[in-house]
């Protein structure tokens, strides 16, 4: 799959201006050549984030073509997008290694962003990761929020240096091992010295004794191990460092959360926290165990998935199992589930109604009770029409009463609207934002970006 068929054309980005849209808070609220300069990038820079899959170890030969990679992937197509778009010339990616105000002064990590400069000379920080975390997806202005204390411009020799590394990297962690790999490694490795790369070499050095390519660990470990054992300790120490910020970004959520309804400023201070904890949380989908920060609408539009929400109206009239039975006959096409409550807060205290939709807070009391999440592999228009054979032909003989909710109120039911049984996704974008209903604060691509349209319909095969 060529980048160019799944990046879209200025011409296809549509303006999103109706509230009753799934994507109405995005900034894309006008026309594309209306809106500010940060606006426009943090468009782009949604479109190549949810048109990502993630992948730690890429294949540098293919991965901009296939869009599967890191944030250093993810930079580069950022990068080749723009250029395909003849807009933000001025742009290069750099290499970040120290957070201003949050990471030790020894400390050096391994992390990418793309530095743009618009035509009033104005920089900016556009960080594409496919991921969530500390300042991941967004887009500041390089003058007045200095994210990091410095910013290394990657130039075609560093690039080629990275691809080197990278290279053998990707090919050692598929245990394809070569004396290739430790020819290259000396012919690098005096640039592993550098103070810059350290975080660069301590996920070389992983990568390489987490194989069984004994005689590569042994000369890895002969040369290095003693360095990487200072580089793990001063992260250690920078892990006790960061306790006080972190504690301080909890601080300012439960303010979020009990002061004001500004969700998207709740669900960024969430990721963050997250980002920085390592709280990962996964999902075997094709037997393959991928992190729930790393779901994507592109991994969902390939694998030609969508979701099935079983809401609690199904568990209420006792008719969950027949919603089941229509939505999905074969029962082959269910990938995974799980049991959820929505009317109920989330892991770091998040209501989930209110990232679900942005009028998903009407129906909160709705949602409070029994839900089930289903990752199916079914096309999004059939899943449709069984929904709406299921709420045209079940429940109908209580309509318009009152009934008694789970959490004893009474609620009028209305099988087209707030007591429909079931739901069903549109496209991939919002499957991979309802799959993840329970869980907002992992959600990579949310309901405040801007959805690829390619990815709204279904993939050609």
Known sequence: MNMNKILPDMNMLEPIVDSRETYCDSPMIKDFEKLSDIDRLQVLADIVRQTMIYEEYPNPITEIDSLIGDDYTSSKVFLTYLQSLNI??????????????????KYNGYHFVVIVRDINKNEYVVDTTPDIGYSYGEVNKLVS????????????????????????????????Y?????????????????????????????????????????????????????????????????????????????????NTTDYKAQQKEAQKILGECNLDKYVNIGGKKISFNHITPRLFWELGYNVIIVKPSSFLAGVSSSVTEIMIP?????????????????????????????????YEIQMNGPNRVLLVKEDADILNIRKHYVRENLTQRIA??????????????????????????????????????????????????YPNPILRKVKKR
């Open 330 to 362: 074969n029962r082959e096409n269910l990938i995974c589930s799980y049991d959820c409550n929505l009317g109920l807060y989330s892991k770091m205290h998040l209501k989930p109604m209110s990232y679900f939709h942005p009028h998903g807070m009407k």
């Open 145 to 176: 929020n200095s994210i990091y204390n410095d910013y290394l411009r990657i130039d075609e020799e560093l690039d080629c240096f990275f691809k080197f590394i990278r290279y053998d990297m990707y090919n050692i962690s598929n245990h394809h």
């Open 88 to 105: 933000y010339t001025d742009s290069y990616i750099a290499l970040v290694t120290n957070r201003k105000s949050i990471d030790l002064e």
């Open 178 to 258: 070569d004396l290739k790999q430790i020819e290259d490694y000396n012919a690098v490795k005096h640039l592993l010295d550098k103070t810059c790369f350290e975080g660069l070499l301590v996920k070389y050095f992983d990568c390489v004794n987490s194989s069984d390519y004994v005689q590569f660990k042994e000369i890895i470990n002969d040369e290095y191990l003693d360095k990487i054992i200072e580089l793990k300790k001063i992260k250690r120490r920078n892990d006790v460092k960061k306790k006080d910020i972190v504690n301080s970004w909890k601080n300012n959520l439960e303010f979020l959360i009990s």
């Open 400 to 449: 318009s009463h009152y009934v008694e909710w789970f959490n004893g109120e009474k609620v009028l039911w209305d099988p087209d609207l707030n007591t429909n049984l079931v739901h069903s996704t549109d496209d991939a974008t919002e499957a991979s934002i309802h799959f993840l209903a329970n869980y907002p604060e992992y959600q990579v691509f949310t309901r405040f970006n």
